[in-house]
């Protein structure tokens, strides 16, 4: 099964999907191969799943003030939940490193799975907007 059967989503530019998973420590020894890191993108997927939690969260927990929605939300969003959901597509066996990040063991890294997850988010935001990357947060 494909990363986008997994995802249950299809990449109109598939080249967003490839960054997502290209380490910038791959992208600075490969660039004439590279479509580029996935740092832009992790930005940006932090943000998207940051929204689509928040409002999940008040959707599920009218009563709830801001300080406790906040430690909620910081409960679901952390590195380790989000290198889980990353190890769940297998991400460490799709992502593109660099030689010192592969000797090191960089495809078992949480903050790496993680960063590659939130750069999946991004991307499939930059891809189709909101509603497909609320589908998969």
Request: with cysteine; glycine share 8%.
């Amino acid at each position: 099964m494909t990363l986008e059967q997994q995802l249950q989503y299809q990449f109109a530019r598939s080249e967003l999907l490839e960054q997502a998973l290209t380490h910038k420590s791959y992208h600075n020894e490969n660039r004439e191969n590279s479509v580029g890191h996935n740092e832009r993108l992790e930005f940006l997927g932090d943000a998207v799943i940051d929204l689509c939690l928040s409002q999940y969260l008040m959707e599920k927990f009218p009563d709830f003030q801001e300080g406790e929605l906040s430690k909620l939300r910081a409960s679901l969003v952390n590195e380790n939940t989000l290198a889980e959901m990353a190890g769940g597509f297998q991400f460490d066996e799709l992502l593109k490193l660099g030689k010192g990040e592969i000797r090191s063991g960089g495809a078992k890294k949480p903050r790496l799975l993680a960063s590659a997850f939130e750069a999946v988010v991004g991307s499939v935001f930059l891809d189709a907007g909101y509603y497909p990357a609320q589908a998969l947060v």
